[in-house]
Every structure is written in structure tokens, then in C-alpha cells.
Nanobody
Framework: QVQLVESGGGSVQAGGSLRLSCLAT????????MGWFRRAPGKEREFVAV????????AYANSVKGRFTISRDSAKNTVTLQMSSLKPEDTAVYYC?????????????????WGQGTQVTVSS
């Protein structure tokens, strides 16, 4: 059974940092692109970042480029989202997702597996 479990969410003031982690079990981690999405209150879920199966390529939403960094550790089956210079508009539930592909999917429907999400709240 595939499970994606996010951790590291919390509350922080604007300008602060948080580090989200996602532990993936039950799948061939090295054969999956791993992505992060988020859903803000009253909004659709949106793409945040993705890292390729090898870790050699990444892509980011324009709204987080230069502030967020995605990485993966295949030895630990973990993908991490380092978030810095956080803004109130980054407040959302953040979801980890996995897609068995060799490219960089940025749309929800491409992803096969999803975590339950972790709340990030940024106060001004």
C-alpha cells in the first residue's frame, strides 16, 4: 500500500522559514517524480514544485521561485520542501504527490498518489 506522509508544517511569521518533509512508502521511490501542491482557503489546489525521479531536474511555480527549494533523498525515500522568505499568501495546506514518470509533471491529474497534507500558516 502506497503512503505519502507529510510533516513539518506549522505557524511562522512573515519572512520566516519552514521545512516540509514527505516520507513515501510502498512504491519504487526512484521511479517517481515527486511534487508539492498547496490549497489555500477558498482556492483551488495549485502546483508548487516538482523534482524528477533522479533529482536532476526541478520546476517551480513562479510565485515560489527563488524562495522554495525542493530536494529528495532516495536513501530515505523522502522529498523535502525548504521554504524561506514566507509570505502570508503562502498560507495553505501543502500536499506531497508522486507520479511514475520521467518528466516534471505540474498538473494534479498527472499524479497517482497523494498525502493527507500539512498546514502551513504565515502571519503578517
Amino acid at each position: 500500500q502506497v503512503q505519502l506522509v507529510e510533516s513539518g508544517g506549522g505557524s511562522v511569521q512573515a519572512g520566516g522559514s519552514l521545512r516540509l518533509s514527505c516520507l513515501a512508502t510502498g512504491l519504487s521511490f526512484s521511479r517517481h517524480a515527486m511534487g508539492w501542491f498547496r490549497r489555500a482557503p477558498g482556492k483551488e489546489r495549485e502546483f508548487v514544485a516538482v523534482i524528477s525521479w533522479s533529482g536532476g531536474s526541478t520546476a517551480y511555480a513562479n510565485s515560489v521561485k527563488g524562495r522554495f527549494t525542493i530536494s529528495r533523498d532516495s536513501a530515505k525515500n523522502t522529498v523535502t520542501l525548504q521554504m524561506s522568505s514566507l509570505k502570508p499568501e503562502d498560507t495553505a495546506v501543502y500536499y506531497c504527490a508522486a507520479d511514475r514518470s520521467f518528466d516534471l509533471p505540474t498538473t494534479e491529474r498527472r499524479y497517482d498518489y497523494w498525502g493527507q497534507g500539512t498546514q502551513v500558516t504565515v502571519s503578517s
